[in-house]
Protein backbone atom coordinates (compact mmCIF):
# COMPACT_ATOMS: atom_id res chain seq x y z
CA UNK A 1 0.00 0.00 0.00
CA UNK A 2 1.38 3.54 -0.81
CA UNK A 3 1.59 6.14 2.45
CA UNK A 4 3.47 9.22 3.11
CA UNK A 5 4.58 10.29 6.54
CA UNK A 6 5.34 13.44 7.86
CA UNK A 7 7.39 12.88 11.18
CA UNK A 8 6.60 16.04 12.73
CA UNK A 9 3.68 18.12 13.25
CA UNK A 10 5.32 21.56 13.63
CA UNK A 11 9.13 23.07 12.83
CA UNK A 12 10.09 25.60 14.90
CA UNK A 13 13.00 27.75 13.57
CA UNK A 14 14.45 31.58 13.48
CA UNK A 15 14.31 33.61 10.53
CA UNK A 16 16.57 33.64 8.08
CA UNK A 17 18.09 29.94 9.16
CA UNK A 18 18.14 27.20 6.78
CA UNK A 19 14.56 25.19 7.26
CA UNK A 20 13.87 21.41 6.53
CA UNK A 21 10.56 19.49 6.54
CA UNK A 22 10.64 15.81 6.39
CA UNK A 23 8.62 13.71 4.49
CA UNK A 24 8.76 9.78 3.70
CA UNK A 25 6.98 7.35 1.30
CA UNK A 26 6.00 4.05 0.06
CA UNK A 27 5.11 3.30 -2.99
CA UNK A 28 5.41 0.53 -5.15
CA UNK A 29 7.09 1.44 -8.80
CA UNK A 30 8.71 4.77 -9.43
CA UNK A 31 7.53 7.74 -7.42
CA UNK A 32 5.63 10.59 -8.51
CA UNK A 33 6.23 13.26 -5.13
CA UNK A 34 4.77 16.70 -4.68
CA UNK A 35 4.73 19.25 -1.38
CA UNK A 36 2.02 21.70 -1.32
CA UNK A 37 1.30 24.66 1.28
CA UNK A 38 -1.65 25.84 3.14
CA UNK A 39 -1.94 29.11 4.25
CA UNK A 40 -5.22 30.22 6.83
CA UNK A 41 -7.74 30.65 4.83
CA UNK A 42 -6.69 29.75 1.54
CA UNK A 43 -6.69 26.60 -0.16
CA UNK A 44 -3.28 24.70 -1.04
CA UNK A 45 -0.27 25.77 -3.40
CA UNK A 46 1.76 23.48 -5.18
CA UNK A 47 5.57 24.25 -4.12
CA UNK A 48 7.15 21.71 -6.33
CA UNK A 49 7.25 18.20 -8.03
CA UNK A 50 9.56 15.28 -8.31
CA UNK A 51 8.90 13.05 -11.15
CA UNK A 52 12.46 12.02 -12.33
CA UNK A 53 15.79 13.04 -12.81
CA UNK A 54 17.43 15.83 -10.71
CA UNK A 55 17.61 14.58 -7.38
CA UNK A 56 17.47 18.10 -6.46
CA UNK A 57 14.17 20.09 -7.17
CA UNK A 58 13.17 23.52 -7.15
CA UNK A 59 10.17 24.91 -6.89
CA UNK A 60 8.06 28.43 -5.68
CA UNK A 61 8.93 31.02 -3.12
CA UNK A 62 12.39 29.68 -3.07
CA UNK A 63 11.78 26.14 -1.81
CA UNK A 64 13.77 23.10 -2.87
CA UNK A 65 12.86 19.58 -2.14
CA UNK A 66 15.88 16.36 -2.18
CA UNK A 67 14.44 13.21 -3.48
CA UNK A 68 16.68 10.49 -1.79
CA UNK A 69 15.38 7.21 -3.41
CA UNK A 70 17.62 4.61 -0.70
CA UNK A 71 15.90 6.48 2.42
CA UNK A 72 12.57 6.77 0.38
CA UNK A 73 12.44 10.55 1.39
CA UNK A 74 11.57 13.67 0.08
CA UNK A 75 12.41 16.51 2.09
CA UNK A 76 11.49 20.03 1.47
CA UNK A 77 14.19 22.67 2.11
CA UNK A 78 15.01 26.17 2.15
CA UNK A 79 18.07 27.87 2.81
CA UNK A 80 17.10 30.72 4.73
CA UNK A 81 13.81 30.95 6.13
CA UNK A 82 11.32 33.80 6.64
CA UNK A 83 8.28 35.04 8.47
CA UNK A 84 6.18 34.58 5.78
CA UNK A 85 7.19 31.42 5.15
CA UNK A 86 5.19 29.93 8.30
CA UNK A 87 1.89 27.71 7.47
CA UNK A 88 0.80 24.47 7.05
CA UNK A 89 3.02 22.12 4.42
CA UNK A 90 1.39 18.81 2.79
CA UNK A 91 3.87 16.06 1.64
CA UNK A 92 1.95 13.70 -1.41
CA UNK A 93 2.61 11.14 -3.63
CA UNK A 94 0.37 10.03 -6.43
CA UNK A 95 -1.87 7.07 -6.20
CA UNK A 96 -0.73 3.88 -7.96
CA UNK A 97 0.15 3.94 -11.55
CA UNK A 98 -2.83 6.27 -12.74
CA UNK A 99 -1.90 9.00 -14.88
CA UNK A 100 -4.00 11.35 -12.69
CA UNK A 101 -3.72 14.28 -9.63
CA UNK A 102 -4.57 11.82 -7.31
CA UNK A 103 -2.67 12.15 -4.63
CA UNK A 104 -1.99 10.52 -1.47
CA UNK A 105 -1.20 13.56 1.14
CA UNK A 106 0.86 13.32 4.57
CA UNK A 107 -0.62 14.62 7.81
CA UNK A 108 0.54 18.35 7.53
CA UNK A 109 3.80 19.99 9.61
CA UNK A 110 3.14 23.41 10.52
CA UNK A 111 6.47 25.33 9.98
CA UNK A 112 6.03 28.45 12.24
CA UNK A 113 9.17 31.35 11.61
CA UNK A 114 9.84 33.57 14.28
CA UNK A 115 11.58 36.82 13.71
CA UNK B 1 -9.37 35.99 -9.65
CA UNK B 2 -9.52 33.43 -12.20
CA UNK B 3 -8.68 30.65 -9.58
CA UNK B 4 -10.93 27.70 -8.03
CA UNK B 5 -14.23 28.74 -6.19
CA UNK B 6 -16.07 26.88 -3.78
CA UNK B 7 -19.51 27.84 -2.46
CA UNK B 8 -20.56 28.13 -0.01
CA UNK B 9 -17.60 29.12 2.66
CA UNK B 10 -19.23 27.48 5.20
CA UNK B 11 -22.57 24.93 6.22
CA UNK B 12 -23.91 24.20 8.97
CA UNK B 13 -26.74 21.30 8.64
CA UNK B 14 -28.71 19.71 11.05
CA UNK B 15 -28.05 15.46 10.93
CA UNK B 16 -30.24 13.98 8.57
CA UNK B 17 -30.48 17.01 6.10
CA UNK B 18 -29.02 17.08 2.42
CA UNK B 19 -26.42 19.54 1.25
CA UNK B 20 -25.06 20.24 -1.92
CA UNK B 21 -21.78 22.61 -2.32
CA UNK B 22 -20.49 23.82 -5.98
CA UNK B 23 -16.74 24.37 -7.23
CA UNK B 24 -16.53 26.66 -10.17
CA UNK B 25 -12.77 25.22 -11.60
CA UNK B 26 -10.47 26.99 -13.93
CA UNK B 27 -11.76 27.65 -16.99
CA UNK B 28 -9.66 25.63 -19.51
CA UNK B 29 -9.13 22.76 -17.04
CA UNK B 30 -10.39 18.94 -18.13
CA UNK B 31 -10.06 17.67 -14.85
CA UNK B 32 -11.81 18.60 -11.57
CA UNK B 33 -11.63 16.31 -7.80
CA UNK B 34 -13.02 16.79 -4.57
CA UNK B 35 -10.84 15.99 -1.71
CA UNK B 36 -11.67 15.72 1.81
CA UNK B 37 -9.74 16.91 4.71
CA UNK B 38 -10.21 16.38 8.46
CA UNK B 39 -8.77 18.78 11.19
CA UNK B 40 -4.94 17.33 11.68
CA UNK B 41 -5.12 15.51 8.74
CA UNK B 42 -4.26 16.02 4.98
CA UNK B 43 -6.59 15.97 2.29
CA UNK B 44 -8.45 12.24 1.04
CA UNK B 45 -9.59 11.92 -2.33
CA UNK B 46 -13.10 11.13 -3.05
CA UNK B 47 -13.54 11.62 -6.91
CA UNK B 48 -12.66 12.85 -10.23
CA UNK B 49 -13.87 14.26 -13.53
CA UNK B 50 -12.22 14.31 -16.87
CA UNK B 51 -14.65 16.79 -18.67
CA UNK B 52 -18.20 15.89 -17.77
CA UNK B 53 -17.15 12.15 -17.06
CA UNK B 54 -17.06 10.79 -13.64
CA UNK B 55 -13.54 8.26 -13.95
CA UNK B 56 -13.37 7.42 -10.13
CA UNK B 57 -14.55 7.40 -6.80
CA UNK B 58 -13.07 6.17 -3.66
CA UNK B 59 -14.14 4.22 -0.98
CA UNK B 60 -14.61 6.95 1.28
CA UNK B 61 -17.48 8.13 -1.12
CA UNK B 62 -20.66 6.12 0.23
CA UNK B 63 -23.49 5.76 -1.52
CA UNK B 64 -25.15 9.18 0.01
CA UNK B 65 -22.89 10.89 -1.59
CA UNK B 66 -22.80 12.03 -5.45
CA UNK B 67 -21.06 14.38 -7.52
CA UNK B 68 -21.69 15.55 -10.84
CA UNK B 69 -20.20 17.88 -13.51
CA UNK B 70 -22.43 18.80 -15.92
CA UNK B 71 -20.88 19.80 -19.29
CA UNK B 72 -17.70 19.35 -17.84
CA UNK B 73 -17.48 22.99 -16.11
CA UNK B 74 -18.81 23.45 -12.72
CA UNK B 75 -19.25 20.64 -10.20
CA UNK B 76 -21.38 19.82 -7.38
CA UNK B 77 -21.10 17.39 -4.66
CA UNK B 78 -24.00 16.74 -2.80
CA UNK B 79 -24.57 15.28 0.68
CA UNK B 80 -27.56 13.20 2.11
CA UNK B 81 -29.28 12.43 5.25
CA UNK B 82 -25.59 14.23 6.64
CA UNK B 83 -24.09 12.50 9.57
CA UNK B 84 -22.11 13.85 12.32
CA UNK B 85 -18.93 12.31 10.75
CA UNK B 86 -19.05 13.75 7.78
CA UNK B 87 -17.67 17.02 8.99
CA UNK B 88 -14.97 18.06 7.42
CA UNK B 89 -13.76 20.65 4.91
CA UNK B 90 -14.85 19.28 1.29
CA UNK B 91 -11.90 20.94 -1.28
CA UNK B 92 -12.22 21.07 -4.75
CA UNK B 93 -9.24 21.11 -7.13
CA UNK B 94 -8.84 21.54 -10.92
CA UNK B 95 -6.06 20.63 -13.52
CA UNK B 96 -5.19 20.35 -17.07
CA UNK B 97 -4.20 16.84 -17.56
CA UNK B 98 -0.50 16.03 -18.14
CA UNK B 99 0.40 12.59 -17.31
CA UNK B 100 -0.37 11.98 -13.40
CA UNK B 101 1.80 14.97 -12.97
CA UNK B 102 0.12 17.73 -13.05
CA UNK B 103 -0.31 20.42 -10.61
CA UNK B 104 -3.30 20.67 -8.71
CA UNK B 105 -5.13 24.00 -8.02
CA UNK B 106 -7.28 23.93 -4.76
CA UNK B 107 -10.28 25.76 -3.81
CA UNK B 108 -10.45 27.24 0.02
CA UNK B 109 -12.74 24.51 0.72
CA UNK B 110 -16.04 24.26 2.23
CA UNK B 111 -16.82 23.47 5.81
CA UNK B 112 -19.41 21.30 6.53
CA UNK B 113 -20.61 21.26 10.49
CA UNK B 114 -23.38 18.86 11.01
CA UNK B 115 -25.07 19.03 14.36
Known amino acids: AQSVAQPEDQVNVAEGNPLTVKCTYS??????LFWYVQYPNRGLQFLLK??????LVKGSYGFEAEFNKSQTSFHLKKPSALVSDSALYFC?????????????FGQGTTLQVKP | DTGVSQNPRHKITKRGQNVTFRCDPI?????LYWYRQTLGQGPEFLTY????????KSRLLSDRFSAERPKGSFSTLEIQRTEQGDSAMYLC?????????????FGSGTQLSVL
Open chain 2, 93 to 105: ASSVARGGSEKLF
Open chain 1, 27 to 32: VSGNPY
Open chain 1, 50 to 55: YITGDN
Open chain 1, 92 to 104: AVRIGSSNTGKLI
Open chain 2, 27 to 31: SEHNR
Open chain 2, 49 to 56: FQNEAQLE
